[in-house]
């Protein structure tokens, strides 16, 4: 009995790596996700959309922030209508399995030239990135912070060795900016690194509200969580 026992907590534990893990770290991210959709709506990011108001000039870019801390709410319509995940600075673990999106802290920020840089997980603690493989050039990713809406176009992705650090590097020519997706390969795997790159196409104030494609997703982030983790195990 007792071998039988530890024969079914050592089948068990594959199980809660891949399902009870995502579950803790989908609901964690529901909460994040309904925390900062408050905090920018305080700041003046109006959930509702206007006519117009695209940014011209330059884009505004967020102050810097500490590790840990949130810098703002990815969406991206190819994943799900409602897909919203938070974006933390850092990679490490306590980032990443709890929050979803973590920031390069070396790169670029939303918005600024050069490289912006960020990581999620493939599969389990909330797999933020199971979906990108089905990206296409022309796809938006919309970053939200509580200066201003990013709109990134997808342009390609690529696989690389886990050591592959040149995908970190400043974006070449003056002025770029580019977005890049960072996370395990293949899908089920770590073996090796899909990365994806996307160049800031448009960007609006924060005051202007959403783009129109995000609209709905971004109205729904103050009820996220009803039922805790319901939103992103569907749209995930």
């Known amino acids: 009995m007792v071998l039988m026992a530890l024969g079914l907590a050592l089948l068990l534990v594959p199980v809660w790596h891949l399902w009870g893990t995502d579950l803790v770290a989908a609901q964690a991210q529901e909460r994040a996700v ?18 117009g108001g695209g940014g011209a000039g330059t884009p505004p870019v967020t102050a810097r922030p500490p590790y840990g801390q949130l810098i703002g709410l990815v969406y991206v319509p190819r994943f799900g209508d409602d897909y919203a995940r938070p974006l933390a600075e850092g990679t490490d673990p306590g980032v990443l399995d709890t929050l979803g999106l973590g920031h390069y802290p070396s790169t670029a920020l939303p918005g600024e030239p050069g490289n912006f840089a960020i990581a999620g997980h493939r599969q389990s603690k909330g797999k933020a990135l199971d979906l990108v493989h089905t990206l296409r050039p022309g796809d938006r990713i919309h970053v939200r912070t509580v200066e ?19 995908v970190l590097a ?67």
């Open 170 to 236: 400043p974006a070449a020519g003056a002025g770029s900016r580019i977005l890049t997706l960072t996370t395990c390969y293949p899908r089920w795997g770590a073996t090796e690194r899909f990365v994806g790159r996307a160049e800031l196409t448009s960007w609006r104030p924060a005051s202007a509200g959403p783009p129109a494609e995000i609209a709905a997703a971004v109205a729904g982030d103050r009820v996220r969580g009803e039922p805790a983790g319901h939103r992103l195990r569907r749209s995930g």
């Open 34 to 51: 309904v925390a900062m959709s408050d905090r920018l709506e305080q700041a003046g990011s109006a959930p509702g959309t206007e006519a």
């Open 148 to 166: 201003a809406y990013y709109t990134y176009s997808y342009r390609s992705g690529e696989v690389v060795a886990p050591d592959e650090t040149r």
